[in-house]
């Protein structure tokens, strides 16, 4: 069975330090991986995909993630937050058993302090 | 330029009543969808047209019954509504009926009291 797993329900971080967002996924065969982010009260917006290119993926507003089939991980980083950066991210993952399904992290809710 | 709008934005109705939440895309997309996202932030897919033909259909009540008259819309209209059925809704297209990057709209807020 497909899954996709964020280990942090929430991350607080202050402004200018790292953000890693951890995200683990159960594939049985080569999966599409996805962040996407969701602002108050909006829809979602997608930052970066990983398709079977390059393992390191460079998105929107200067986050990247990092595909690591070894550990079944797909983190999504940035060096420095911003305080626009708080939003809630989830990790999605395109199964390809039984046909494609999108599945959703359940979100990881990030906070940035001044 | 929008590119996934819905609306209404946000609606409180009381139980029982029937209400729909109407939905289109401009950017020329074969397949839209329908999610569900709860007060836990959680997001299910409930529904999935390709070219106006429905490709995914998750267990869901039958009181929701999706509509697409064309391609570039799909409407979800809910029959008898409870009190569970409180949450939001999006609206999303692809590209493909992959799901190769979705584009949602700003969601619907139903409130059912």
């Known amino acids: 069975a497909q899954s996709v797993t964020q280990l942090d329900s929430h991350v607080s971080v202050s402004e200018g330090t790292p953000v890693l967002l951890r995200c683990n996924y159960s594939?049985?065969?080569?999966?599409?991986l996805f962040w996407y982010v969701q602002h108050p009260n909006k829809g979602l917006q997608l930052l970066l995909k990983?398709?079977?290119?390059?393992?390191l993926v460079k998105g929107i507003n200067g986050f990247e993630a990092e595909f690591k089939k070894s550990e079944t991980s797909f983190h999504l980083t940035k060096p420095s937050a911003h305080m626009s950066d708080a939003a809630e991210y989830f990790c999605?993952?395109?199964?390809?058993?039984?046909?494609?399904?999108?599945?959703f992290g359940a979100g990881t809710r990030l906070f940035v302090k001044a | 330029d929008t590119a996934v709008s819905q609306t209404p934005k946000y609606l409180v109705t009381q139980m029982g009543n029937d209400k729909s939440i109407k939905c289109e895309q401009n950017?020329?997309?074969?397949?839209m969808y329908w999610y569900k996202q709860d007060s836990k932030k959680f997001l299910k897919i409930m529904f999935s047209?390709?070219?106006?033909?429905?490709?995914i259909n998750e267990t869901v009540p039958n009181r929701f019954s999706p509509k697409s008259p064309d391609k570039a819309h799909l409407n979800l209209h809910i029959n008898s509504l409870e009190l569970g059925d409180s949450a939001v809704y999006f609206c999303?297209?692809?590209?493909?009926?992959?799901?190769?990057?979705?584009?949602f709209g700003e969601g619907s807020w139903l409130t059912v009291v």
């Open positions: 999303a297209s692809s590209t493909d009926r992959v799901g190769n990057t979705i584009y």
């Open positions: 594939s049985s065969y080569s999966p599409s």
């Open positions: 990983y398709t079977s290119a390059a393992t």
């Open positions: 999605v993952v395109i199964s390809r058993g039984g046909g494609f399904k999108t599945i």
């Open positions: 950017l020329g997309h074969d397949t």
């Open positions: 047209y390709n070219n106006k033909e429905l490709i």
